[in-house]
């Protein structure tokens, strides 16, 4: 059972539009004591966060945005259905959460929410950057005028929290408004500007700051440029600030696996726990520090304000192929993680474009492509500058997420052309004023991601590294007399059920130059992405104990031929694959979901295991031609 549903909870919800404060005001009243469900029979998720009031518990229900009660995209049509009692049980009272340098757009929403007649208050955020702007507004004013109670709050600093909480201790005494606004558009319009007139007192001038960035950061030159420019540098800064601290945990995973090996009986516990835990998991979390600083650049771009205007810059692009500024919004979310990114469709209104974007997230560059990514170039890119500050290794990384973009770019304008044709409704969306967000809140955002991708480690990659080093130690060969060590685990790895199942798997990706080791990482990447990087430090450890996996695969070389397994033309086409394949069950599962369907998560995954086959063929070839004529 739920906290929301025991006797006595007080449900409160928080409504307002996006970047109103809305989910800042919620960790701030929470504490950041949240949970992540479904509405019943609904895939849009809800936030839901405990609330203590002096003995009184109540439950904070974060609503999706919303600019209206009048719903077009699925997010709103959950707010609509939950305050109609449709979905789940509505919340007892409203909070209405508008930015105070925006209250004449969201008097339109408080009127709606007004005309349901639920107990409500509005709470005004971001009122210090009111007055910074010298804009005047009278709280009692507007509180007589809408007839509910009305707060001021400061959310990332604690500002008025104290006294909102005492506020909603008791939402059956708030006063109600004596008469509920006309129903009309045109009346709302005309009550809206009525409540405006009377209360605000000096309104706010416009930020200086954000309109001088703006005609930079919009212009349809300089705007495009400036986002290339920022994208450089990031992936320029990945290798160069994250390689120390790679190195360092890549030691400390080396003394780990020494202890352990120093403590336990020789044999294959001793084995089990070096190669199957330590080298497997390891392999993974040695990647953390990339991690997090690419999410850090994702959640600082965010909170800025920078994401809403790259939304706008691109939206004449996406319009060329049919799509919207929003659909894009979603795609930059996928850069982090397919599934966000998927989930995010659910504020496009159109139900085509929204599958459209669903099915072409995937190709876009998530974090768990990242560990191979860094792998095979730390290991195979020289560290050489092209030109000024620029590396190659990173120009190498970027080239690989571009390729994403634009092929996800150009799936979507086929779709949009022959399966999925459809005209888009208007692109709305409210550009906040740029501000500089707490560090507490990136900590906390960067935290949760980075504390994320550590749990996966800690579960979905720790059990398929066990059962990994189970199928690559089983069935056990005894050894024939006289054969040296490494001949001796070269025909175990060969012989067990990992090795066999590569060798089943190795015709088939021959042409793209992968033997059935990297067959066997294939496999095991359907499970996760970073899979792969686990199963190559499995092989590996076991060939090797005492060299690096960027060393490992460098120097592996194929015993038959005495050529190197990972040559260029190979490293190109393995890293081409994993820019298309969709090899990732959890982003078919939520495809699944959002689509409620299997056909489609099967299209998506048969149309990328095309491309990636095509393109890594296309690659070794070219790369193997180049490398020749060189």
């Known amino acids: 059972m739920s906290a929301a549903s025991g006797a006595g909870v007080l449900r409160l919800g928080l409504i307002g539009s996006p970047n109103s404060g809305k989910t800042t005001l919620f960790n701030a009243l929470t504490g950041l004591r949240a949970k992540v469900g479904n509405y019943p029979g609904v895939t849009v998720e809800r936030l839901e966060g405990e609330l203590h009031l002096d003995g009184r518990r109540a439950v904070v229900i974060d609503l999706p945005g919303t600019y209206s009660l009048d719903p077009i995209s699925p997010d709103e049509q959950v707010v609509h259905r939950l305050l109609a009692g449709e979905i789940d049980t509505p919340p007892e009272a409203l909070v209405m959460v508008v930015d105070a340098c925006s209250l004449e757009r969201s008097l339109l ?35 007589r005028a809408l007839g509910i109670p009305v707060r001021g709050v400061v959310g990332h600093r604690g500002l008025g929290i104290g006294e909102l909480r005492e506020l909603l201790r008791h939402p059956e005494r708030w006063d109600r408004p004596p008469i509920r606004p006309p129903a009309s558009p045109a009346e709302r319009a005309a009550w809206a500007d009525s409540v405006l ?22 212009h349809p030159v300089a705007g495009p440029l400036l986002f290339a420019a920022v994208m450089v540098t990031f992936f320029q800064l990945i290798f160069a600030w994250a390689l120390p601290a790679m190195d360092f945990i890549d030691a400390a995973i080396a003394v780990m696996a020494d202890s352990a090996r120093a403590v336990l009986p020789a044999g294959m516990l001793a084995d089990f726990v070096t190669n199957g835990v330590i080298a497997g998991v390891g392999s993974v979390l040695a990647f953390l520090p ?7 650049a994702l959640y600082l771009l965010e909170d800025v304000g920078y994401m809403a205007r790259a939304a706008f ?23 982090a993680c397919a599934i966000p990114g998927i989930m995010a469709t659910r504020s ?30 730390g290991a195979f890119v020289p560290a050489t500058t ?3 500050p620029l590396g190659l290794q990173g120009l190498t990384l970027l080239g690989l997420y571009l390729l994403g973009a634009f092929s996800a770019l150009a799936v979507a304008a086929i779709l949009k052309r022959t399966l999925l044709s459809g005209d888009s409704l208007p692109f709305y969306m409210e550009l906040p004023s740029y501000r500089w967000p707490p560090p507490k809140l990136i900590f906390s955002q960067v935290w949760g991601s980075a504390s994320a991708f550590v749990r996966r480690a800690g579960s979905i990659i720790l059990v398929a590294s066990m059962l990994l080093w189970m199928l690559l130690s089983f069935p056990r060969l005894t050894p024939a007399p006289g054969i040296s060590e490494t001949e001796a685990a070269r025909l175990q790895l060969e012989q067990s059920f990992a090795g066999r199942a590569g060798h089943v798997l190795e015709p088939a990706i021959a042409p793209l130059g992968f033997d059935w080791k990297i067959g066997v990482g ?31 695969v460098r120097a592996d070389v194929d015993p038959e031929t005495g050529l190197p397994v990972f040559d260029p033309p190979t490293v190109a086409a393995l890293l081409v694959f994993f820019v298309f394949a969709l090899q990732c069950m959890s982003t078919l599962a939520i495809m699944r979901r959002e689509t409620n369907s299997w056909r489609w998560p099967a299209f998506a995954f048969g149309y990328m295991l095309a491309l990636a086959y095509g393109a890594s063929f296309a690659a070794h070839r070219l790369v193997g031609w180049w490398t020749r004529s060189a």
């Open 386 to 388: 092209v030109w000024g």
């Open 522 to 552: 294939l496999l095991a990447s359907l499970a996760a992405r970073e899979v792969i990087v686990a199963t190559l430090a499995q092989i590996y450890a076991t060939s090797n104990e005492e060299t690096s996996l960027r060393a490992a």
């Open 313 to 335: 810059v691109v939206d004449r692009a996406m319009g060329r192929i049919g799509l919207e500024g929003r659909c894009f919004v979603s795609l930059l979310s996928s850069y």
């Open 290 to 296: 990339q991690i997090v600083l690419l999410f850090t």
């Open 197 to 218: 007139a009377h209360c605000l007192e000096q309104r706010p001038a416009r930020h200086a700051a954000t309109e001088a960035i703006d005609r930079v950061v919009l």
């Open 109 to 143: 929403l408080v009127a709606q929410v007004l005309e349901r007649d639920i107990p409500s208050c509005l709470v005004l955020t971001m009122t210090d950057e009111l007055h910074a702007r010298g804009g005047r507004l009278d709280l009692a004013r507007l509180e």
């Open 348 to 377: 496009i209104p159109s139900p085509r474009n929204r599958l459209v974007t669903i099915l072409v997230a995937p190709l876009m560059t998530c974090s768990a492509r990242l560990p191979l990514y860094a792998l095979l170039i």
